[in-house]
Each structure stands twice: as structure tokens, then as C-alpha cells.
């Protein structure tokens, strides 16, 4: 009779789940629309001139993009002009924000770890994983996530190698 033996999987017999937050980044297609073209002499809007040239524009080639508004000049631009233009995006983007693209691709990064089902992480030892392609707040974001869904345990790095961040004082 032939003995098998299987090699045992160290990763596995830890209990530690890894989360890698790459997955939640947004997968949407990014488009700038800069105010400073619609500016009255580059310093401020002109309501009339600055809703004819809104005429003008085709906004069905910002259709399921993420689009930032924000303006290159240091103008002086009323709130309105932003919510007219969010106006005239809205049956055509997938997502608006003012700032530039960064900010806006962080916005929607944290709003899908907030979407996400971190509940079934209570009572877990779970691992985000190291990826420097991930911002510091994206970090900060599903740490907070995690921490307040109750995790057993909060580790960093790679699951065969992680580092402690956080252990559960008191289990509920």
C-alpha cells in the first residue's frame, strides 16, 4: 500500500483572506472639460456667451465617461455653472465631479470599497495587499472599512508574508 502525501498549504492553514484593492479601482474611461475656453477675457463668465458656447458643445462624446470639470485659468466662476454643466452631462456621463481626474478617480475608487460586502470579513484575519499602484488613501479608506466591519485581524503585504496593522482587542 502506497502512502500519498500532500504538500501542505501553509497560506491556506493561516485563515487569512487577501484583499486586493486593485480590484476596485474604477474601470471607466476619464475626460477633462476645462472652463478657461468659456471664460469673458480669461477672468470671468459671461452668462450669455458662456451658455452659447454650452450650445455648441457635443456632449454625447462624453457618453459613459467619467467626467472632471474643473477650469486651467484662476477665474472667478458662480457654483451655478458648475450644476448647469453637470445639467447638460448627466444624460450622457457616467459620473461627474469637479476637481481635476485624480481626485475624481479616487472619488469613485472609495465609493466602490464602500459598495463592497466588507461584512463578510468580520471575525477574519484579512490582508490588503501591498500595491504601490494604490493610493495611500485608498488604503486609509478600506482599512477604516474593515476595521468598522469588525476584522479579527488587519494585515499588510502579501498573505505568506504580511505585516500586522490591527488585532481585535475585544471580540463582540
Known amino acids: 500500500m502506497d502512502i500519498v502525501i500532500k504538500p501542505l498549504d501553509k497560506i491556506s492553514a493561516t485563515g487569512i483572506v487577501g484583499i486586493?484593492?486593485?480590484?476596485?479601482?474604477?474601470?471607466?474611461?476619464?475626460?477633462?472639460?476645462?472652463?478657461?475656453?468659456?471664460?469673458y477675457k480669461g477672468l470671468i463668465i459671461k452668462e450669455k456667451e458662456f451658455k452659447d458656447g454650452m450650445e455648441k458643445i457635443d456632449w454625447t462624446k462624453y457618453r459613459?465617461?467619467?467626467?472632471?470639470?474643473?477650469?486651467?485659468?484662476?477665474?472667478?466662476?458662480?457654483?451655478?455653472?458648475?450644476?448647469y454643466i453637470t445639467g447638460k452631462l448627466h444624460p450622457y456621463a457616467s459620473s461627474v465631479s469637479f476637481g481635476n481626474q485624480k481626485e475624481h478617480e479616487i472619488d469613485l475608487?472609495?465609493?466602490?470599497?464602500?459598495?463592497?460586502?466588507?461584512?463578510?470579513?468580520?471575525?477574519?484575519?484579512?490582508?490588503?495587499?501591498a500595491d504601490s499602484r494604490v493610493p495611500d488613501t485608498i488604503y486609509v479608506e478600506a482599512s477604516t472599512l474593515l476595521i468598522s466591519n469588525k476584522v479579527l485581524s488587519l494585515?499588510?503585504?502579501?498573505?505568506?508574508?504580511?505585516?500586522?496593522?490591527?488585532?481585535q482587542i475585544d471580540k463582540l
Open 20 to 39: 486586493d484593492l486593485i480590484e476596485y479601482q474604477p474601470i471607466l474611461s476619464f475626460e477633462m472639460l476645462d472652463l478657461a475656453p468659456y471664460l
Open 64 to 83: 459613459d465617461k467619467a467626467v472632471s470639470i474643473s477650469c486651467t485659468f484662476d477665474a472667478i466662476i458662480p457654483q451655478w455653472v458648475y450644476m
Open 155 to 167: 494585515l499588510y503585504g502579501e498573505v505568506g508574508m504580511p505585516k500586522v496593522i490591527y488585532k
Open 109 to 129: 475608487w472609495k465609493k466602490n470599497l464602500r459598495q463592497a460586502n466588507f461584512k463578510q470579513y468580520r471575525e477574519k484575519k484579512v490582508v490588503l495587499k
